[in-house]
Antibody, heavy 118, light 107 residues
Framework: QLQLQESGSGLVKPSQTLSVTCTVS??????????WTWIRQPPGKGLEWIGY???????SYNPSLKRRLNISIDRSKNQFSLRLSSVTAADTAVYFC??????????WGQGTLVTVSS | DIQMTQSPSSLSASVGDRVTITCRAS??????LNWYQQKPGEAPKFLIY???SLQSGVPSRFSGSGSGTDFTLTISSLQPEDFATYYC?????????FGQGTKLEIK
């Protein structure tokens, strides 16, 4: 059974860079045809699609975050990662990683809370 | 970007009720519409893809319909475990936006 597990910065100061990694187990990140996706959810609010990466390295980013965002993949570690620069309090959220199934997101990590505060 | 709007934002219902949640897209998304269920403190659970196809293991009391811009999620007979927040998501074009959510509460 495929499992995803996020690990993140936890607490980040404003203007610094937020970093979250998703470790995949029970399957290979090199399996073709699936997007590996980041989603976030501010406390008490709805879901926001951040972007995805394929095993090939092809990415798609939410335009609202594109200027500050980088999603990368490490095939040797079976991980993919998110880096978001110049963070503000508005970036405080639970960050989820997920994998595509059919045309949706069928596998999810449990999420990791990243708080932006001085 | 495509905007997704759900209605209602919240809904009170009783066990056994039939419930319908609506999701409207700001432009046609064909049938590229997914539904998720989220309970407090948990990751969303994938329910329905491509408008009406049930993900494996999802009870048959859940169903979806629609096309173009208007979609619905129906729960035919509410069970206690169905009280949660439901989100629609379009995967027609990036960014793959979500609706704002519909919170289904016990009456």
């Amino acid at each position: 059974q495929l499992q995803l597990q996020e690990s993140g910065s936890g607490l980040v100061k404003p203007s610094q860079t937020l970093s979250v990694t998703c470790t995949v187990s029970g399957g290979s990140i090199n399996t073709g045809g699936y997007s590996w996706t980041w989603i976030r959810q501010p406390p008490g609010k709805g879901l926001e699609w951040i972007g995805y990466i394929y095993h090939s390295g092809t990415t798609s980013y939410n335009p609202s975050l594109k200027r500050r965002l980088n999603i990368s993949i490490d095939r040797s570690k079976n991980q993919f990662s998110l880096r978001l620069s110049s963070v503000t309090a508005a970036d405080t959220a639970v960050y989820f990683c997920a994998r595509e199934v059919a045309t949706g997101l069928g596998y999810w990590g449990q999420g990791t809370l990243v708080t932006v505060s001085s | 970007d495509i905007q997704m709007t759900q209605s209602p934002s919240s809904l009170s219902a009783s066990v056994g009720d039939r419930v319908t949640i609506t999701c409207r897209a700001s432009q046609s998304i064909s049938r590229y519409l997914n539904w998720y269920q989220q309970k407090p403190g948990e990751a969303p659970k994938f329910l329905i893809y491509a408008t009406s196809s049930l993900q494996s293991g999802v009870p048959s009391r859940f169903s979806g319909s629609g096309s173009g811009t208007d979609f619905t999620l129906t729960i035919s007979s509410l069970q206690p475990e169905d009280f949660a927040t439901y989100y629609c998501q379009q995967t027609y074009s990036t960014p793959y936006s979500f609706g704002q959510g519909t919170k289904l509460e016990i009456k």
